[in-house]
């Protein structure tokens, strides 16, 4: 999403990404993108951002989380704006004591919130006490070009996809716990795990003998995926506002959630099923069972993801992000 952000404004603005690590960068970034490297310790790499902030004249410096704020910028020149562009749900945060100070920090200082939610805010607002006028809710887009996505009805795949990086917050185990119930032709894909994960949950499938499994990586281009998939799994017990599940119903994939994400429920409404979360994988293998065997209900639920897709277009967010970005220049 960052990629996508800092692509489009450099029409309109300079910009800089600072980052830890030397490396390319696993999305594409234009050429006008000046990539700076922090270099040094904690205390050094500080320094070295406030020098260039304040040499470039830099107006904005977006933090894409509180919890880093404390670490990233202990002090900005009195021009630089901070933003804190908001992606973890602050329901199920991390409670660690420097995080939550660093939170807090962010909340006295920051000019401007992005959250992904009217839950987010109200969150926010109610817990660290920002100001309703320093928060904006502006839900990620769609990042996949409109000429590339597929609408067409994909049930002739026979293909359940999932996606996360990590096991026990997307449920994945609780997924597979779900698959091996089902009787069916039917093939289970995971995609986005690091290798540890990957082995992880290979050695679930091996020891309890799960049939019609894949597992992959991460991918850069994630839209022949969607092409060749029936059906979206989110199988999370903790989940902020999930990109892949809107990205999945602008390629018309009917989707299963658990019934317990409430910021899922704010972007989905009902164009998705809805598992019982105290059932856990009895009633998500329920769930996923009814789209395998009606073709029906498949194609209802076709037609309400593409729908509510329609609501997170790239033209939206970037439009948002203007507007704060030259209501807070003036």
């Known amino acids: 999403m960052l990629s996508l952000l800092a692509n489009k404004l450099t029409k309109d603005y300079r910009v800089l990404i600072f980052v830890h690590n030397k490396g ?4 594409y970034l234009a050429p006008e993108i000046q990539q700076v490297i922090l270099k040094g310790n904690l205390l050094q790499k500080n320094r070295q951002l406030y020098r260039i902030l304040k040499k470039e004249k830099v107006s904005h410096y977006i933090n894409l989380d509180s919890n880093s704020v404390l670490f990233n910028s202990f002090w900005l020149p009195s021009f630089t704006k901070l933003v804190i562009w908001e992606h973890f749900s602050l329901e199920n945060n991390v409670k660690k004591w420097h995080f939550i100070v660093s939170r807090f920090s962010a909340s006295i200082r920051a000019h401007q919130w992005v959250v992904l939610s009217r839950i987010e805010k109200d969150l926010w607002q109610k817990v660290y006490h920002v100001p ?20 067409s009805n994909k049930r002739h795949h026979k293909k359940v996809l999932a996606i996360g990086n990590k096991i ?7 997924l597979l716990d779900a698959w091996k119930m089902l009787t069916t032709d039917w093939e289970l894909c995971i995609i986005g795990l690091p290798e540890s994960e990957q082995k992880e949950l290979a050695q679930q499938i ?4 799960i049939k019609n499994v894949s597992i992959y990586g991460r991918k850069s281009d994630m839209t022949a995926v969607y092409k060749n998939a029936s ?30 994400l409430s910021s899922v429920e704010e972007m989905v409404a009902d164009s998705v099923c809805y598992a019982d979360y105290q059932l856990k994988e009895k009633s998500l293998a ?7 065997q009606s073709e029906e209900r498949y ?23 203007k507007e704060i970005l030259e209501t807070q220049t003036s």
């Not at 026990?168 to 609780?174: A, T």
């Not at 091996?206 to 003998?209: K, Q, S």
């Open 168 to 174: 026990k917050v997307k449920g994945f185990d609780l």
């Open 299 to 321: 194609v209802t639920y076709h037609k309400k993801a593409l729908q509510n897709a329609h609501r997170y277009s790239q033209a939206r967010f970037f439009e948002e992000w």
């Open 231 to 260: 059906l979206f799994v989110l199988s999370s017990r903790k989940e902020a506002t999930p990109l892949v599940l809107i990205e999945s119903q602008a390629f018309g994939l009917p989707g299963v959630a658990f019934d317990h």
């Open 132 to 151: 309703k006028n320093k928060i904006k809710v502006i839900p990620n887009p769609v990042t996949i070009a409109k000429d590339k996505i597929d609408s």
């Open 206 to 209: 091996d020891t309890e003998n």
């Open 286 to 292: 329920m769930e996923i069972n009814r789209f395998i």
């Open 24 to 27: 390319e960068p696993f999305f």
